[in-house]
């Protein structure tokens, strides 16, 4: 089976950096868009930067400039480097992917909307 996992959150202060990653790991056969959420306790879970699987990125306005979202796709795994992090960016990030194509035994089988288990952020003086 299929499994997204997060690694790369912590304690930083206000205008430090952290980089995040996303391990699609099984046998992987194709992913199509990857993305990070964030949420925190009693809201919605909210995307921060997603990437399709050409490369094309878009970001939420409140981290543009600062967010970096990229794709390595021989790897399956994606990266989230955040610059000038703020308090306010002080989340659970999760992982995404809307469809991911993979092998068990000769098959291949199609599943969607995988989410990883998660890492915490958390920026404060």
């Known amino acids: 089976q299929v499994q997204l996992v997060e690694s790369g959150g912590g304690v930083v202060r206000p205008g430090e950096s952290l980089t995040l990653s996303c391990v699609a790991s099984?046998?992987?056969?194709?992913?199509?868009?990857m993305g990070w959420y964030r949420q925190l306790p009693g809201k919605q879970r909210d995307m921060v930067a997603m990437i399709g699987d050409r490369g094309t990125t878009n970001y939420t306005d409140s981290v543009k400039g600062r967010f970096t979202i990229s794709r390595d796709n021989a790897k399956n795994t994606i990266y989230l480097q955040m610059d000038s992090l703020k308090p306010e960016d002080t989340a659970v990030y999760y992982c995404h992917s809307d469809r991911i194509t993979y092998y068990t035994g000769t098959r291949r089988s199609t599943k969607y909307n995988y989410w990883g288990q998660g890492t915490q952020v958390t920026v404060s003086s």
């Open positions: 099984g046998r992987i056969f194709s992913i199509n868009n």
